[in-house]
């Protein structure tokens, strides 16, 4: 599923850190991000 999501240049700007200090693509560090936020909402 692919979805459209605006962030602040300050929140793009930790979303692209997070992706090089990983090593991994944006797109992947910001899937993995949404599916922690539902799981940790899932379980409070």
């Known amino acids: ?3 459209i999501i605006t962030l602040t240049p300050e929140e793009e700007a930790k ?3 997070k992706a090089a ?3 991994k ?3 992947i ?3 993995e991000l949404l599916a ?3 799981e940790w ?3 409070n």
Do not use: P
Request: hydrophobic content about 55%; charged content about 20%; proline content about 0%.
């Open 21 to 23: 200090r990983q090593g």
């Open 1 to 3: 599923m692919a979805i």
């Open 41 to 43: 909402e899932a379980h």
């Open 29 to 31: 560090v910001a899937a």
């Open 25 to 27: 693509d944006v797109a």
């Open 15 to 17: 979303l692209h850190r």
């Open 36 to 38: 922690s936020a539902l």
